[in-house]
């Protein structure tokens, strides 16, 4: 029998993370080089990313910087090449946790927001996991792809509309992508994060207070809530999840009026 900790090591796989140079999936970052992960970490953002890059390899990490833009599908298929070449080995699992916030009233949203939010958050994201599990496939390898959704895709609110559908969208995504990539031995789950303090939600910020108020554990998320959650999905502890997700909200989508 694995020792405990042994169950949720990534030691020796091979972490692709989009949206990696800031927020959530910076912090991803850190956790799959504490769990023993190499990584491909991928974002339009160079100058960050390339900052990250050099701060987990100073911890000892492995780690590659890749851009990526995923409004551009030359750029995907690129990104996933670039992360093959770096490893000398397709990625093992892939983190879809890319992505872009519009607030706007509904009838307020321009055509380009719309375009912009559900090209990066639904598109992009789609086309990634495609690229990705193309490659797991063909190396005939025991893949696991997640995908970063939102509190937001499972609950109606105001100014979200754009982002909200995406969300949604990728949930059922995950589900279709789940069913089908079983035989192959690839798994796919999702992990929906709420209100996490991050520079993403810096324009909800004014409005703390009551978002905390109907918050049923009573504050905004921090990054590290998700460690559990999210090496459950990505590690062998959950090597019988598939199709699943994972809700962290501090069970904001429970008490949402």
Request: contains cysteine; charged residues 20%; glycine residues 10%.
């Amino acid at each position: 029998m694995a020792h405990f900790g042994e169950r949720f090591s990534l030691a020796g796989r091979r972490v692709f993370i989009s949206g990696a140079s800031s927020g959530i999936g910076l912090h991803l970052a850190g956790l799959c080089a504490e769990a023993g992960a190499q990584l491909a970490l991928a974002s339009r953002r160079k100058d960050l990313l390339e900052k990250a890059v050099a701060a987990l390899k100073q911890r000892g990490a492995t780690a590659l910087a890749i851009e990526l833009d995923l409004l551009s599908s030359a750029s995907i298929a690129d990104a996933i090449d670039a992360a093959e070449a770096g490893f000398g080995a397709p990625i093992d699992v892939l983190v879809n946790n890319a992505g872009v916030i519009q607030l706007a009233r509904f009838t307020d949203q321009t055509e380009a927001d719309i375009d912009r939010v559900l090209d990066t958050n639904l598109r992009g994201a789609m086309l990634l996991a495609q690229h990705a599990a193309r490659r797991m496939i063909a190396a005939k390898c025991a893949g696991n792809i997640i995908n970063i959704g939102s509190a937001g895709a499972l609950r109606a609110g105001s100014w979200t509309g754009a982002y909200a559908a995406a969300k949604a969208g990728l949930l059922h995504l995950t589900q279709v992508m789940a069913v089908e990539l079983a035989s192959k031995g690839i798994r796919v789950n999702s992990l929906c994060p709420g209100n996490t303090d991050t520079d993403m939600i810096a324009d909800l910020r004014d409005n703390a207070g009551a978002i905390i108020k109907r918050t049923p554990l009573g504050r905004f998320g921090q990054p590290d809530d998700l460690d559990g959650a999210f090496l459950l999905l990505a590690s062998d502890a959950g090597r019988y999840m598939t199709g699943t997700n994972i809700t962290v909200d501090g069970g904001l989508t429970l008490a949402w009026v």
